[in-house]
């Protein structure tokens, strides 16, 4: 028998928790369409191998990416900000549609407990050393939003993942992306030239 706790790395739910590489947030989807969230605040790590696998790769997209979450179905409905806390939202097209998305992430965060602090700059100190930092942008024609994340905790070393594609530390151009702000973000399905702003997530 072993004396250490085998199953710590979950909480003790090897079932229900994403163990692989830490992941924060797993989002069950019942067989009639409900769902529960399971973890905790976990920081992200640059994990390709785990995030692009074909396990995995189609159950995330940029925004349970960004928060370190994913689903246990491919099914883009489940990935949307506010999904978490019921704060649905719709009209992808009015003006006030990325406000909107803000607005449904914040209240994901306050539903599972997670801090967070909107920042203008990098420059800001962070607010302890269990935190690490997101960005959102958005396209300005169509208002489709897109999100990034820093890995391993911090504010530098970012990746992003568009859609259910593979997650990349690459920007458009192939270059690595030190900060999102200045990274290219024209694709030719989006062009992701509206900065909305950084966000610190921290326990």
């Given at each position: 028998?072993?004396?250490?706790?085998?199953?710590?790395?979950?909480?003790?739910?090897?079932?229900?928790?994403?163990?692989?590489?830490?992941?924060?947030?797993?989002?069950?989807?019942?067989?009639?369409?409900?769902?529960?969230?399971?973890?905790?605040?976990?920081?992200?790590?640059?994990?390709?191998?785990?995030?692009?696998s074909s396990t995995y790769v189609g159950k995330a997209n940029?925004?349970?990416?960004?928060?370190?979450?994913?689903?246990?179905?491919?099914?883009?409905?489940?990935?949307?900000?506010?999904?978490?806390?019921?704060?649905?939202?719709?009209?992808?097209?009015?003006?006030?549609?990325?406000?909107?998305?803000?607005?449904a992430f914040l209240a994901d965060m306050k539903a599972l407990?997670?801090?967070?602090?909107?920042?203008?700059?990098?420059?800001?100190?962070?607010?302890?050393?269990?935190?690490?930092?997101?960005?959102?942008?958005?396209?300005?024609?169509?208002?489709?939003?897109?999100?990034?994340?820093?890995?391993?905790?911090?504010?530098?070393?970012?990746?992003?993942?568009?859609?259910?594609?593979?997650?990349?530390?690459?920007?458009?151009?192939?270059?690595?992306?030190?900060?999102?702000?200045?990274?290219?973000?024209?694709?030719?399905?989006?062009?992701?030239?509206?900065?909305?702003?950084?966000?610190?997530?921290?326990?």
């Open positions: 028998m072993f004396s250490c706790d085998m199953y710590a790395y979950c909480e003790n739910d090897p079932v229900n928790r994403i163990d692989t590489a830490g992941e924060s947030y797993k989002i069950t989807v019942n067989s009639n369409g409900s769902f529960s969230v399971s973890g905790s605040f976990t920081l992200p790590t640059w994990n390709p191998s785990f995030w692009n940029c925004y349970l990416y960004a928060i370190n979450a994913m689903t246990t179905i491919v099914d883009k409905s489940y990935m949307q900000p506010g999904i978490i806390s019921g704060k649905h939202f719709s009209n992808r097209t009015e003006s006030t549609y990325i406000a909107k998305v803000a607005y407990g997670v801090k967070v602090s909107s920042i203008s700059t990098l420059a800001t100190s962070m607010p302890s050393s269990n935190s690490y930092a997101i960005a959102l942008v958005a396209d300005a024609n169509d208002g489709d939003y897109h999100w990034y994340r820093a890995d391993g905790g911090g504010k530098s070393n970012w990746s992003h993942k568009r859609g259910l594609y593979p997650a990349t530390q690459l920007d458009r151009s192939g270059k690595t992306i030190s900060d999102p702000q200045k990274a290219n973000r024209c694709y030719p399905e989006c062009n992701y030239s509206k900065w909305w702003g950084y966000f610190y997530l921290y326990k």
